[in-house]
């Protein structure tokens, strides 16, 4: 590719940064799950000096971002409220703005954000760079031995509970098994897409309707639970019903209907015994 | 190197700085939701039979004491149970277990009748009124996008209509979402043929994100709304934020807002850079050389923001002539960078190792 002609003060930046450059070892795309981190000092926000990990923690979590943008404010005032909910637990935590960031707007998006972590500059986005991050916010969850375990990108759902999984599992208190069911929950279908819950409405009606001294009612009832899915104790209401109407013959077969469907059923006995009695 | 650096920081500040007053301006991603106490306790009497077009069964059957302490419809009394909704699970008793997930909807947590009849409605599932006025009765904030939205998302008015996306009861996903956004979305945005409502053809997403598995962040985390504005919007796309509509377009850190919202804006803005970007040659900012032209390219000219075969999301080809022929670009990873072979351009190679490497190759 052709190279446009420079001025000398370009030049002579230029060459600085062709030295510094070619140093530090560079990557080109997120740091990997397993990457072992550079416990780097940074200038902090506050005017002293912090490391971005600890080795006293059993976690390390760092969040970079920046100012002017509306993610990386939703995510500062989420890791507050992770800071505030892991809060006394073995966690070193570090929010990470690059040295370009006026540093009056960190403070006050800091302040309005809630959060507490200290806040470290990278100077000249080294650290950005070093770990391969192209976007903000990323949030970086780090072990005691410094070995990366997760860069997590914003995500608009679930992003604090995904958050707190992965640390909580640095400290022993969540399973891969915990993590699997955050980032893929359950799914959440609305009251009737199950069938057998759904015909469980008109067993439940028809019962009390029984109650009410209504069997005729409890009987069409039961019934159109049927009609919705085979649940055993649909015919256990029916043959209640039946019996109390002395139909003895009909309650017989809607409980033999009830034991081929559900055997265990805890009501066939009672039910069974309403005709036998005397 | 430790005098090298403030040097090289100082030099980069004051570049960066000067940019540093630049925001994105798209309008904001997440919207308040005003919460109003309106709906607090529907209409429960019952509508005239004439006007109601659903009926709850022990209503419509007169058996009024499945609910009430009296079996009179002149005089049914109270009900039968302390809450209301202890006494929609006698016979709900599904509804129970759904209240059991961890995020819940206030008002169905309070009383089913914030929302429901219990006697008739016009509504489907005895609803007090129809679905998207009810539901923006207290989310004003989503009424006013799905009610001014220069482009609307059908979701929202057609078939279950809120609760297409949505359990207004309670759910295991933030936001009471049925599942997590790209669930949800992929479930519908599954078919050829599809749309937009300007005759657009849309994507078929399973089946694209089936054959393309190199997937952006966002597609990853199941966040279609990280860009998506799935209530309705200003942009095209339901994007949440400006991005151009054509393949060409002139650079203007206000239409590319979409990536910014995520993406440094620097990434283009800067000529020179070791740190911001890997596509680069020695320092020299490739993202600048190509966005910041007279027909500049879009990200998407060389990105696909879904999901790609290539590295870096780079897409298979660009569309070439009115027939829209697809043009193969080459790109090819190297340890030291990577090559685009000829398509846009001659083939060229960059190298973001050293800084001496800028000459032509």
Redesign the interface.
């Known amino acids: 590719m052709t190279r446009s002609p420079r001025s000398p003060r370009r030049s002579i930046l230029l060459s600085i940064l062709a030295v510094v450059a070619v140093l530090p070892p560079t990557a080109h795309a997120h740091a990997e799950a397993g990457t072992l981190i550079e416990n780097v000092e940074l200038r902090t926000l506050s005017g002293g000096k912090d490391r971005l990990l600890s080795a006293k923690v059993k976690a390390n979590v760092f969040v970079f971002f920046r100012t002017g943008q509306e993610r990386s404010a939703d995510a500062l005032k989420q890791m507050a409220q992770c800071e505030h909910d892991l809060a006394g637990k073995s966690i070193h935590w570090a929010a990470v703005v690059s040295s370009s960031a006026p540093p009056d707007e960190v403070k006050a998006l800091v302040a309005q954000t809630g959060l507490k972590m200290p806040v470290l500059v990278d100077e000249g986005d080294v650290l950005y760079d070093r770990l391969g991050i192209r976007l903000h916010p990323m949030v970086g969850i780090v072990d005691a031995k410094f070995k990366l375990m997760a860069l997590e990108p914003y995500r608009q759902i679930d992003y604090c509970e995904v958050l707190k999984v992965r640390i909580r599992m640095l400290l022993g208190e969540a399973t891969q098994a915990d993590l699997d069911k955050t980032v893929n929950p359950e799914k959440s279908p609305l009251p009737g897409a199950d069938p057998m819950k759904k015909a469980m409405r008109d067993v439940n009606m028809a019962r009390r309707l029984y109650e009410l001294g209504l069997p005729e009612k409890a009987i069409k009832k039961a019934q159109r639970a049927l009609e919705i899915a085979p649940v055993a104790q649909a015919y256990v209401v029916m043959a209640k019903a039946y019996a109390k109407l002395g139909q003895c013959a009909e309650s017989a077969q809607a409980v033999e209907m009830a034991a081929k469907l559900q055997p265990t059923n805890p009501d066939l006995g009672e039910t069974r015994a309403l005709c036998a009695a005397p | ?1 430790d005098k ?6 100082a ?3 004051a ?3 000067g ?2 007053a ?3 301006d ?1 309008a ?3 919207t308040e939701v005003k919460k109003q106490a309106l709906r607090r306790g529907a209409d429960v009497a019952p509508l005239p039979k004439d006007k109601a077009l659903h009926s709850h ?2 209503f419509e ?1 007169g ?1 009024c ?2 609910c009430h302490q009296n ?1 009179d419809p002149k005089n049914p009394g109270p009900i039968r149970h302390a809450s209301v909704n202890e006494q929609c699970f ?6 129970r ?2 209240m059991a ?1 961890k995020y819940k909807h206030v008002p169905a947590a309070e009383a089913c009748t914030d929302c429901h009849n219990p006697h008739n409605s016009v509504e489907t599932a005895l609803l007090a009124s129809e679905m998207v006025d009810m539901c923006t009765r207290c989310h004003a904030g989503i009424k006013q996008q799905v009610t001014t939205a220069k482009v609307r998302h059908d979701a929202v008015t057609t078939g ?1 209509k809120c ?1 297409n996306c949505h ?1 207004p ?13 790209f ?1 949800l979305c992929v479930n519908c945005h599954a078919k050829d043929g599809m749309t937009t409502d300007d005759g657009r053809l849309m994507t078929n997403f399973k089946k694209w994100l089936d054959e393309n598995k190199v997937w952006h ?2 597609v990853k ?3 279609c ?2 860009c998506h504005r799935t209530h309705g919007g200003e942009n095209f796309r339901l994007l949440v934020a400006p991005y151009p509509e054509k393949f060409y377009a002139p650079y203007d850190r206000k239409l590319y807002a979409l990536c ?5 804006d ?2 283009v803005s800067e000529a ?1 850079t ?5 596509f680069r ?4 900012n ?1 993202h600048y ?1 190509h966005v910041n032209r007279e027909r500049g390219r879009t990200c998407r000219a060389c990105h696909e923001v879904h999901a790609s075969k290539q ?2 999301h780079i897409r298979d080809g660009v569309p070439y002539g009115p027939k829209g022929w697809m043009l193969k670009v080459g790109f090819t990873k190297l340890p030291n960078g990577g090559s685009c072979a000829k398509t846009c351009h001659d083939t ?3 190298n ?5 490497s ?4």
Do not use: F, W
């Open positions: 190197m090298r650096l403030p040097i090289l920081a030099a980069l500040a570049i960066s700085l940019l540093g630049q925001r994105a798209a904001p991603m997440k069964a022990p059957g058996d004491g499945v079996n006698e016979c709900h008793d599904d509804v277990d759904v997930r279950k609760s359990n009861h309670a759910a295991n996903v933030e936001k009471l979402l049925i599942a997590l956004p669930d962040d966002p985390a199941k966040d709304s990280a910014y919202g995520c993406h440094n620097k990434v020179e070791t740190t911001l970007t890997g040659d020695g320092s020299r490739l050389v590295d870096h060229k190679t960059y973001n190792k050293t800084l001496t800028a000459a032509a190759k």
